[in-house]
């Protein structure tokens, strides 16, 4: 049963802290894309990437979150310096893009607070 | 402005009753639709796509698209306790690079 991983689960941190998220997409996925979701907002993309390539960025606040994609079988997502506005879950979904068909899969995300 | 609406809810429905969620998007050009059901404190879960304008059914679940109206539904047959979640709508839109558009989600309660 493939399924996206992501660590940590929880992460509590300080405000100014570095918070780095991992995922790990589903083997075979050509798309990989993160999330932030709270009450306020909802679901709001933050970055995705195509083939391990950054395609869209605009949902992120650049000047203190980036998103890499090292190797195929993992993306990061880190927060410096973190502000306790960042609070929220963050989910990492992949995909598989072919020819008009499309879906993705939610990894079960990383709960953040910053205090 | 690209938007996703759908109606906050809470849903409720007995037991047993057809439960029927409704989606409309802002974007004629879009062609992939997908309804997500999220439980408290999970993350979402793919249980329906739709590509064509109509009805596909899997289970219990039947979903419809109309592109002239730019609406999508979700019917849930004989509704279950466990069904109770909510309900995201996305959109595939046009021209996005194969990013999806959620909607904020409508609550569902089943209650026995």
Not at chain 1, 13 to 21: F, H, I, R, S
Not at chain 2, 32 to 51: A, C, D, T, V
Request: one cysteine or more; a neutral charge.
């Amino acid at each position: 049963d493939a399924r996206v991983t992501q660590t940590p689960r929880h992460k509590v941190t300080e405000m100014g802290q570095e918070v780095t998220m991992r995922c790990q997409p589903i083997l075979g996925h050509n798309t990989v894309f993160w999330y932030r979701q709270t009450m306020m907002q909802g679901l709001e993309l933050l970055a995705y990437f195509r083939n391990r390539a950054p395609l869209d960025d605009s949902g992120m606040p650049k000047d203190r979150f980036s998103a890499e994609m090292p190797d195929a079988t993992l993306a990061t997502l880190k927060i410096q310096p973190s502000e306790p506005r960042d609070s929220a879950v963050y989910f990492c979904a992949s995909g598989l893009v072919l020819g008009s068909s499309y879906e993705q899969y939610f990894g079960p995300g990383t709960r953040l607070t910053v205090t | 402005q690209k938007e996703v609406e759908q109606n906050s809810g809470p849903l409720s429905v007995p037991e047993g009753a057809i439960a029927s969620l409704n989606c409309t998007y802002s974007d004629r050009g879009s062609q992939s639709f997908f309804w997500y059901r999220q439980y408290s404190g999970k993350s979402p879960e793919l249980i329906m796509s739709i590509y064509s304008n109509g009805d596909k059914e899997d289970g219990r679940f039947t979903a419809q698209l109309n592109k002239a109206s730019q609406y999508v539904s979700l019917l849930i047959r004989d509704s279950q306790p466990s069904d109770s979640a909510t309900y995201l709508c996305a959109v595939r839109f046009s021209g996005g690079y194969n990013k999806l558009i959620f909607g904020a989600g409508t609550r569902l309660a089943v209650h026995p």
